[in-house]
């Protein structure tokens, strides 16, 4: 399962970020274009959304204290939300409205060689970036879908930064048609359009991060086939009559809560039920790494 592994690829996806960024503001400058200056603000803002997911990151490893027993994993999760808010106001809404103004007072182009150029030296390094990602992911998703697995990932950054980066390469084939369709038309409108695309594009990308932190912020469950392994592991020490619930919540993509409904034979000692929680707990713990706390309540009617 991808965790805090993901560092790298949030790294990889900043430094080529932080390039991209300077690079299209330099091109905006020289050109004029209102779909270069949306593309340099999109940079810009996951350059510092990646800076927020890594600080996320830090805090989520806090050792567990008295005001937060359960560990500071779900900060993780609040820092993906505080992103997909920027993703949103600050890539989307910049956006549409830089190019609601080119619409209205249409501008003229100039220099577009440096213009595609950087549109393509953009595209490369966002490609190296999107690639690292994948492979972070691939190697967690194990035989499902492409499109099931990021249902169902816990992993929030990786999945961040693979949604960005799907928004980017969009934005970049979008602003370079736009600036096309504004050099062979003779029409600058067309670099207006292209800017609001892209920030309708990054809208709906923010909307879905916004559903994802939103569900892993109240807490979803682990995958089921994790909770069947704990199911069987549990019932499979001597003394369980039955196994009632078990219940396993994601408190970060590396950090799951479980708490197990047994049902004890009556025959045995209290002692001996003692003894068996203990040895559950134990086993979970040994054969099941990303658990990191365990409860057995013992239970004749479930949790």
């Given at each position: 399962?991808?965790?805090?592994?993901s560092?790298?690829?949030?790294?990889?996806?900043?430094?080529?970020?932080v390039?991209?960024?300077?690079?299209k503001?330099?091109?905006?400058?020289?050109?004029?274009?209102?779909?270069?200056?949306?593309?340099?603000?999109?940079?810009?803002?996951?350059?510092?959304?990646?800076?927020?997911?890594l600080?996320?990151?830090k805090?989520?490893?806090?050792?567990?204290?008295?005001?937060?027993?359960?560990?500071?994993?779900?900060?993780?999760?609040?820092?993906?939300?505080?992103?997909?808010?920027?993703?949103?106001?600050?890539?989307?809404?910049?956006?549409?409205?830089?190019?609601?103004l080119?619409?209205?007072?249409?501008?003229?182009?100039?220099?577009?060689?440096?213009?595609?150029?950087?549109?393509?030296?953009?595209?490369?390094?966002?490609?190296?970036?999107t690639?690292?990602?994948?492979?972070e992911?691939?190697g967690?998703?194990?035989?499902?879908?492409?499109?099931?697995?990021?249902?169902?990932?816990?992993?929030?950054?990786?999945?961040?930064?693979?949604?960005?980066?799907?928004g980017?390469?969009?934005?970049?084939?979008?602003?370079?048609?736009?600036?096309?369709?504004?050099?062979?038309?003779?029409?600058?409108?067309?670099?207006?359009?292209?800017?609001?695309?892209?920030?309708?594009?990054?809208?709906?990308?923010?909307?879905?991060?916004?559903?994802?932190?939103?569900?892993?912020?109240?807490?979803?469950?682990?995958?089921?086939?994790?909770?069947?392994?704990?199911?069987?592991?549990?019932?499979?020490h001597?003394?369980?009559?039955?196994?009632?619930?078990?219940?396993?919540?994601?408190?970060?993509?590396?950090?799951v809560?479980?708490?197990?409904?047994?049902?004890?034979?009556?025959?045995?000692?209290?002692?001996?039920?003692?003894?068996?929680?203990?040895?559950?707990?134990?086993?979970?713990?040994?054969?099941?790494?990303?658990?990191?706390?365990?409860?057995?309540?013992?239970?004749?009617?479930g949790?």
């Amino acid at each position: 399962m991808a965790g805090h592994g993901s560092n790298r690829v949030i790294l990889t996806a900043l430094a080529a970020n932080v390039g991209i960024a300077i690079a299209k503001f330099v091109a905006a400058g020289i050109t004029g274009s209102s779909a270069m200056i949306t593309e340099g603000v999109h940079s810009l803002v996951d350059s510092t959304n990646h800076v927020l997911l890594l600080y996320g990151s830090k805090r989520s490893r806090k050792v567990a204290d008295a005001v937060h027993p359960l560990g500071y994993g779900r900060e993780l999760y609040f820092w993906s939300f505080v992103v997909a808010m920027l993703v949103f106001t600050f890539g989307a809404g910049v956006s549409v409205y830089e190019g609601v103004l080119h619409i209205i007072e249409p501008e003229p182009t100039s220099d577009l060689r440096i213009a595609f150029i950087v549109l393509a030296v953009a595209g490369a390094l966002e490609g190296w970036s999107t690639w690292e990602a994948l492979r972070e992911f691939n190697g967690s998703r194990g035989r499902k879908s492409m499109f099931r697995a990021l249902r169902d990932t816990k992993d929030a950054p990786t999945l961040i930064v693979l949604l960005e980066n799907a928004g980017a390469l969009a934005g970049l084939a979008i602003a370079a048609s736009g600036l096309a369709l504004a050099h062979y038309t003779g029409n600058p409108l067309w670099d207006g359009i292209a800017s609001v695309l892209i920030g309708l594009v990054l809208g709906a990308i923010a909307v879905a991060l916004l559903i994802e932190a939103k569900g892993l912020l109240i807490g979803e469950s682990a995958d089921p086939a994790l909770i069947a392994a704990i199911r069987t592991c549990a019932e499979g020490h001597s003394g369980v009559v039955a196994v009632h619930d078990v219940l396993a919540v994601h408190q970060a993509p590396d950090m799951v809560v479980t708490v197990i409904s047994a049902d004890f034979d009556d025959a045995i000692s209290a002692r001996a039920v003692e003894q068996t929680v203990r040895d559950i707990e134990n086993a979970v713990a040994a054969g099941f790494p990303v658990v990191t706390r365990v409860y057995v309540r013992p239970s004749g009617d479930g949790v």
